[in-house]
Structure formats: C-alpha cells, structure tokens
C-alpha cells in the first residue's frame, strides 16, 4: 500500500522533530520516519558521562524551552533524551519509530519514499539522518594486524570497561579529548591520547552560546559576499567543558603525536619505539547518512549533496537538515537547527 502526504520527514532526532514543529505550525500534512525503536534519536546513545556545551535554556528546539537539570549546569545526555522525548509528545508530531528508510526516489512530480514494505509519495522530502550511524575509521596501517579492542565513539559507554587496560584514545576533536579525559579521571586505565596535530583548546570561557553567534555570523558574512571570518574552527576545536579542563590542569591529558601504525600488540611510534595497548578509541568523526538518498544520484565533491541553504540543488523537493554548517550555521546543534527547520519547511510550502 502507498500512502500519499504532503511532506516525508526522514528521521526522528533533534533536526527531524524540529521540522516536526514547522510542519504543523504551518499545517501541513506530514510523517516522520525514524530508524530508531525509542525516542531521543543518537543521544540515547551516548556515553554516560556526556553533558552539553551549554545551559538547558541554550539548548532548545523552537517553541520549548528546555528545563534545568537539577544539580547540572550543562545537562547531560538523558536528560536531553527526556527532553526529546517530551517534545515529541508536546507537539503530537506523527513519527513512526522503527521505520528505517531505505530509498527515495523520483516518481513523475513527486518523491517517493521506500522504507521495507511500506512506500510513501510526497510534494517533498527533508532527509534529517544525522551522522551517527556513519562512524567513520581512518586507514591507519596495521588496523587489521592489532588484535586488541577497536571501537569508535559510538560504542564508548564509560570507564568501567576499560578498568587495568592499556588504551589508546584517537582523535583531537570534543569526543576525543571528553572521552580521553573520562577515562583518566576515573584513573583505573592506563591512557594515551593522540592526535594529528596539537590539540587547539577553546578558551575556558566560550560554551555553546558563543560557539552559536560565531556560526552564525560566519554565514551571515558569507552570504553577504564578505570575507570568511573562519567560524568556530577559528577559535580551536576543543570545547574546554568541565571534565576537560580538570583533566588537563591536572596534567591528564596530554596529547602524543599520531603513531606510525598499529601493530598486533600495540603501537609502533614515528621513532620506531613500541607501546603496548589493549584497546584502541577511534573519536574520528562521522559521515553524512545519505545512502537512503543514493537513487537521487546527487552526490557531489566529498560525498556531499549540493545545496542552496538546505535545499538540494539537483532536487528542488529535496532538503537536507541538521548535517552541519554545509546544511545551515550550527544545524547540526539543538539551538540552531530551529531557524534551518523553520527556512527548510517556509520553502516547501512555496512548491507548486
């Protein structure tokens, strides 16, 4: 059976419940379609000890404040599942959990959407898949020799199960250091954190709500024409968020130069020396979750979509939500992916 609507919303997290929240402000007939079985979209997935970069009311999707955690400056990660979930429930947004879509496709003057048995036509598509079902590992030689633990960071959950182990934690971004330096405070694994280039701290006062105005005037200067300010990656790539700060001004973490390769007990460093290692943590990024949108063939340089704010260039019907600055300033944060959502849905309802 083919079901008709207005507007196909392909995933349920942050971005997908945002355009939720559009969609019905400006009544429009509409589902959402999201892999996940339970409500809170990746963030039910995180590590136990993840917080945000900012304060809950910093933190919200447009029309609901999110409420203080009790005890928490920046709240932690189930208390924003909580969140999810009770904005979902707020708004009655249509979304159908444990639905993964597996094809869009073009069909005459509409999209059609394929998730297993079940097939949906609309005027328009937003693909909000996020990235954190597309972990990404580098081609680190030796990665298949080492015959200790590999995980990335999706499947770190806290300290305890790395207890009287050597680790190796890979990456010089916020999971990196946030992951390297929760494993040294607890102090039961012996850590080492390496990086490709020195590790470039923010400065200790700036949170999300700075990092949100940063993104945000970047674009603004760009789309007047004006000379890049550089954005938040001007400033560094580490967010000194509490357990950060304590880690390093107790001299816990401090950042080794990437080693040479692995090897099947450890590492092998650039000086030749060896260290030994248990497990490996590769906090080395994601990738866009497009292959659902692979039938649109619309891939461009370094695998990504073209497109003109959030809307795919090869496909007008298409929009893209919440992937990072490429989709909208800061889309891929709670804050700012409402104004993408908002302009993402104004121009759906301007199709024909």
Same mark, same amino acid.
């Given at each position: 059976?083919?079901?008709?609507?207005?507007?196909?919303?392909?995933?349920?997290?942050?971005?997908?419940?945002?355009?939720?929240?559009?969609?019905?402000?400006?009544?429009?007939?509409?589902?959402?379609?999201?892999?996940?079985?339970?409500?809170?979209?990746?963030?039910?997935?995180?590590?136990?000890?993840?917080?945000?970069?900012?304060?809950?009311?910093?933190?919200?999707?447009?029309?609901?404040?999110?409420?203080?955690?009790?005890?928490?400056?920046?709240?932690?990660?189930?208390?924003?599942?909580?969140?999810?979930?009770?904005?979902?429930?707020?708004?009655?947004?249509?979304?159908?959990?444990?639905?993964? /879509?597996?094809?869009?496709?073009?069909?005459?003057?509409?999209?059609?959407?394929?998730? &297993?048995?079940?097939?949906?036509?609309?005027?328009?598509?937003?693909?909000?898949?996020?990235?954190?079902?597309?972990?990404?590992?580098?081609? /680190?030689?030796?990665?298949?020799?080492?015959?200790?633990?590999?995980?990335?960071?999706?499947?770190?959950?806290?300290? $305890?199960?790395?207890?009287?182990?050597?680790?190796?934690?890979? &990456?010089?971004?916020?999971?990196?250091?946030?992951?390297?330096?929760?494993?040294?405070?607890?102090?039961r694994a012996e850590v080492t954190w390496v990086t490709r280039r020195p590790p470039?701290?923010?400065?200790?006062?700036?949170?999300?709500?700075?990092?949100?105005?940063?993104?945000?005037?970047?674009?603004? $200067?760009?789309?007047? &024409?004006?000379?890049?300010?550089?954005?938040?990656?001007?400033?560094?790539?580490?967010?000194?968020?509490?357990?950060?700060?304590?880690?390093?001004?107790?001299?816990?973490?401090?950042?080794?130069?990437?080693?040479?390769?692995?090897?099947?007990?450890?590492?092998?460093?650039?000086?030749?020396?060896?260290?030994?290692?248990?497990?490996?943590i590769w906090c080395t990024g994601f990738r866009p979750a497009l292959a659902h949108?692979?039938?649109?063939?619309?891939?461009?340089?370094?695998?990504?979509?073209?497109?003109?704010?959030?809307?795919?260039?090869?496909?007008?019907?298409?929009?893209?939500?919440?992937?990072?600055?490429?989709?909208?300033?800061?889309?891929?944060?709670?804050?700012?992916?409402?104004?993408?959502?908002?302009?993402?849905?104004?121009?759906?309802?301007?199709?024909?």
């Open positions: 059976m083919t079901r008709r609507t207005d507007v196909v919303v392909v995933g349920g997290g942050q971005a997908g419940l945002a355009a939720g929240y559009h969609l019905r402000r400006r009544r429009l007939d509409f589902v959402l379609l999201d892999a996940e079985a339970g409500r809170g979209g990746s963030w039910q997935h995180m590590w136990d000890s993840l917080h945000l970069f900012s304060p809950a009311e910093h933190s919200s999707l447009p029309g609901r404040l999110m409420p203080a955690q009790a005890g928490e400056t920046y709240p932690g990660a189930g208390h924003v599942v909580d969140y999810l979930a009770d904005y979902e429930n707020r708004y009655d947004l249509p979304v159908q959990h444990g639905t993964r /879509v597996d094809a869009v496709r073009r069909d005459a003057d509409r999209l059609l959407v394929e998730a &297993g048995s079940s097939t949906w036509t609309a005027r328009a598509v937003i693909s909000a898949t996020g990235t954190w079902s597309r972990p990404f590992l580098p081609a /680190v030689p030796g990665r298949s020799a080492f015959t200790g633990r590999q995980l990335h960071t999706v499947n770190y959950r806290g300290p $305890a199960h790395f207890a009287g182990q050597r680790v190796v934690v890979v &990456g010089g971004g916020n999971s990196g250091a946030q992951i390297a330096a929760d494993l040294a405070l607890d102090g470039r701290f923010l400065p200790d006062d700036i949170d999300g709500r700075a990092l949100f105005d940063v993104a945000t005037a970047r674009r603004r $200067a760009l789309d007047a &024409g004006r000379t890049d300010t550089g954005g938040v990656a001007s400033l560094g790539d580490i967010v000194a968020v509490p357990p950060v700060r304590a880690a390093r001004d107790a001299g816990l973490l401090s950042a080794k130069a990437m080693f040479a390769q692995l090897t099947a007990t450890g590492v092998r460093w650039a000086d030749g020396s060896r260290s030994d290692a248990d497990a490996v949108l692979a039938p649109l063939n619309l891939r461009g340089p370094r695998g990504r979509i073209p497109t003109e704010g959030t809307r795919a260039l090869g496909e007008p019907r298409l929009h893209l939500l919440g992937y990072g600055d490429w989709t909208g300033p800061a889309s891929a944060t709670l804050i700012g992916v409402g104004r993408t959502a908002r302009d993402a849905v104004h121009a759906i309802t301007r199709l024909a």
